[in-house]
């Protein structure tokens, strides 16, 4: 089968989904040291989780505000 096109998915930066792979990657090359690259990601991905949370709840809250 021939293959047309990769197209990237799912870049949000929480591991273990593609974005959170990409970060690791990256923070990978950069130090050299693959555990505290996954750490880093994996933190990167907690704290993007905890912003999403934040965002709803403040989104919900002010729809009903309204």
Same mark, same amino acid.
């Given at each position: 089968m021939k293959?047309? #096109? %990769?197209?990237?998915?799912? @870049?949000i930066p929480a591991f273990p989904l593609d974005g959170? #792979? %990409?970060l690791r990657?990256? @923070?990978w090359r950069f130090w050299g040291d693959l555990?505290?690259?996954?750490?880093?990601?994996?933190?990167a991905g907690r704290?993007?989780?905890y912003f999403?949370?934040?965002g709803g709840i403040s989104a919900h809250e002010g729809v009903r505000s309204s």
């Open positions: 293959t047309r #096109r %990769i197209v990237l998915f799912n @870049l959170g #792979r %990409i990657a990256a @923070l555990p505290r690259a996954t750490r880093a990601a994996a933190g704290f993007f989780a999403l949370m934040v």
